[in-house]
């Protein structure tokens, strides 16, 4: 019987260097960018090991993509298309150490590098010329150890602190490619609107920044709105803001320190085949001018702040599947979400490249699961780790990506319920609508206030 032998050649650093690759992904992190962030940050080993400085950099961000494996099942993966081209495989305890001399700071370092909204041409990451991004928080768990518990927190419940000690993490978000801009993160006890202020260095004149109502703090507001960026903000409808003058279109100016805002006051109503809502909605906004910025059109730009929450869904749900991060120490707690960040913001900017490839192609309709899917199998066999002569853009990930794209959006609602909870039983009884129906959508300007302004 004849037999067919297949054989591939594999392009990667040597020695003990080769392991220190994230497949096709290492042409958006390169061997140059991680060279220079740990000279940079003066991480670079003073002595060759069997794990080099830089292959543990490639360890922590493959790791981001193997959330399920262990460090050293993650190294056997790094390995797994090399044909014999690593060294030894190393033990747990050296793969530990070599974590440990790296430290946080040149993961940090690197995602200074690669973050930003993703340069793209799709027309639709911006809105009459404003880059759309959005701003908010979330939690992440980490494992309950002595060490992490002397930083993080554990939720409160009736019974004193349960569940794990949490991280909480808040981002800066292009609406349009869900790429992180930027992000600060840290113990659960500091609350959202702190790690928000942090990110204030990250906005410009230029883009228009959404946020839900917990970001409508007038101080908050002030110090987005000095960086030159403009503002659109839901707050409370029943927040007191005396006009000070009044827009054609029903809305009106309001100040709130030293900034003034347009207030602009909706009923939206929502009509499906199993009957309709209306709610009231106020959003605050930078962009006074109701003729070049009419509130309608407002209205509906900020339904994109949701993006942010998909962003979020695909980090927690997809990447992490819902686990709690490796991390047994704070310090490697804020290495391990440096590198989580790192690897999201190349899976991003691998699928822009892709969708940027068909001209009229909007990026949200890239499959996150697909190219994650596909960025690990190229991990597992070595493959496209130092480019060709000719610059592939889409590349395999990106093939993969257009040839799953998602379908256009359909106008749809579904109230927000868990599906499942904790305990095996219904939460909310046995009688709950699960489906998600088409829906229909209006949106009603209202005329005057829906709390009239203090008296005189």
């Not at 740990?38 to 069997?50: H, I």
């Not at 309608?296 to 695909?314: C, G, P, Q, S, V």
Request: aromatic letters at 6%.
């Amino acid at each position: 019987m004849e037999q067919a032998a297949i054989t591939s050649s594999v392009g990667v650093a040597g020695g003990v260097f080769a392991p220190g690759h994230i497949g096709e992904l290492t042409r958006i992190v390169p061997f140059e960018m991680v060279d220079d962030v740990l000279a940079t940050t003066r991480a670079v080993q003073r002595r060759v090991r069997l794990v080099p400085a830089r292959v543990t950099v490639y360890l922590l961000l493959a790791g981001a993509l193997f959330a399920e494996l262990g460090y050293r099942q993650v190294f056997d993966r790094l390995c797994a298309g090399l044909a014999g081209q690593a060294s030894a495989r190393p033990s747990g305890s050296a793969l530990r150490q070599a974590r440990q001399r790296l430290g946080a700071a040149p993961l940090r370092a690197l995602f200074d590098l690669v973050r930003g909204p993703v340069a793209t041409v799709a027309a639709q990451t911006r809105w009459r010329g404003l880059l759309v991004v959005a701003v908010d928080g979330t939690l992440l768990s980490v494992p309950d150890t002595p060490e992490n518990l002397t930083v993080f927190a554990k939720q409160r419940c009736n019974h004193g602190s349960g569940g794990y000690p949490q991280v909480r993490l808040a981002a800066l978000v292009a609406c349009g490619t869900r790429a992180v801009i930027g992000a600060a993160f840290g113990p659960s006890t500091t609350g959202e609107l702190e790690y928000a202020d942090r990110l204030t260095d990250d906005l410009r004149a230029g883009m228009l920044l959404l946020g839900d109502r917990n970001f409508a703090a007038a101080a908050l507001l002030n110090r987005f709105a000095a960086t030159g960026a403009d503002l659109l903000v839901r707050c409370k409808s029943g927040r007191r803001l005396p006009p000070v003058a009044r827009c054609r279109d029903g809305s009106f100016l309001a100040r709130l320190g030293t900034l003034t805002v347009r207030v602009i006051d909706a009923e939206i109503s929502i009509v499906t085949s199993q009957g309709s809502r209306t709610g009231h909605y106020r959003l605050l906004t930078t962009l006074t001018d109701p003729a070049e910025h009419p509130a309608a059109e407002l209205i509906r730009l900020y339904h994109e702040r949701w993006e942010i929450e998909t962003a979020y869904a695909e980090l927690k749900s997809t990447i992490l599947g819902g686990r709690v991060l490796r991390a047994r120490t704070p310090a490697g707690v804020e290495q391990e979400v440096w590198a989580l960040l790192v690897a999201y913001q190349a899976l991003r900017t691998a699928m822009t490249d892709a969708t940027d490839s068909l001209p009229g192609t909007d990026p949200d309709r890239a499959g996150f699961t697909v190219a994650l899917s596909a960025a690990r199998d190229q991990l597992v066999l070595a493959a496209g780790v130092i480019a060709d002569t000719v610059v592939d853009l889409v590349g395999v990930i990106g093939r993969h990506v257009l040839a799953q794209l998602l379908p256009k959006r359909r106008v749809r609602t579904k109230d927000r319920i868990v599906k499942r909870a904790i305990s095996k039983y219904n939460a909310r009884g046995p009688a709950i609508d699960r489906a998600t129906y088409k829906a229909t959508i209006s949106i009603h300007i209202l005329t005057t206030p829906l709390t009239p302004p203090d008296p005189p």
